[in-house]
């Protein structure tokens, strides 16, 4: 699976739009770009993922390059219930046990 | 509809003990894993299974077994605990059609 860099951390004013980039420049062409996001001591949680198209769902938004080497994912209003560390995955859909490699992530702190 | 439940929540176990961590989920999905993240990092494979019956190892499996004879239940087991196995444990399930991993509230293990 391809490698991803993302940012440690960023801050985010409380109701503004927090905008994530994560950087993928070996993604393969049947790799998928995954989000999920770790709350303080709670298991990953998942927001999103896509292929090269842009995705909406009542989290986020994900936003893919046209060369899909880079992405962004989008939340619209951050609210203080968003800080936690966020990571972005790539990964070959349906390939052997469908397994799921996490980076650093960006840790991201939404302030009144 | 209880998701994935983890137990025990918290253990501190001896060098040289060993320990059964539980995992157990009720969404029938046939994907199952084990991550242990150490403090500050992100979170890295243990162990897979595919469904009952069939286990693999993922990046990180030394020190560990597991056994898959049911679809619900994939319990990891240390045999003889030493200090680096001190971490935070979650067990993940996978829902087949959007392939969104649902991970349990994980277990915090110390070994001193």
């Known amino acids: 699976d391809a490698k991803t860099t993302q940012p440690p951390s960023m801050d985010c004013a409380e109701g503004r739009a927090a905008n994530l980039p994560c950087n993928h420049s070996t993604i393969s062409g049947n790799e998928y770009v995954y989000w999920y996001r770790q709350i303080h001591s709670q298991g990953p949680q998942y927001i999103i993922h896509g292929l090269k198209n842009n995705e909406t769902n009542e989290m986020a938004s994900l936003i893919i390059t046209e060369d899909r080497k880079s992405s962004t994912l989008i939340l619209p209003h951050a609210t203080l219930r968003d800080t936690a560390v966020y990571y972005c995955?790539?990964?070959?859909?349906?390939?052997?046990?469908?397994?799921?490699?996490f980076g650093g992530g960006t840790r991201v702190l939404v302030k009144p | 509809n209880a998701g994935v439940t983890q137990t025990p929540k918290f253990r501190i176990l001896k060098i040289g003990q060993s320990m059964t961590l539980q995992c157990t989920q009720d969404?029938?999905?046939?994907?199952m894993y084990w991550y242990r993240q150490d403090p500050g990092m992100g979170l890295k494979l243990i162990y897979y299974s595919v469904g009952a019956g069939i286990t693999d190892k993922g990046e990180v499996p030394n020190g560990y077994n597991v056994s898959r004879s049911t679809t619900e239940d994939f319990p990891l087991r240390l045999e003889l605990a030493a200090p680096s196995q001190t971490s935070v444990y979650f067990c993940?399930?996978?829902?087949?059609?959007?392939?969104?991993?649902?991970f349990g509230p994980g277990t915090r293990l110390t070994v001193t």
């Open positions: 993940a399930t996978l829902r087949d059609r959007l392939y969104e991993q649902y």
């Open positions: 995955i790539v990964r070959v859909d349906k390939a052997a046990g469908n397994k799921l490699t």
């Open positions: 969404m029938n999905h046939n994907y």
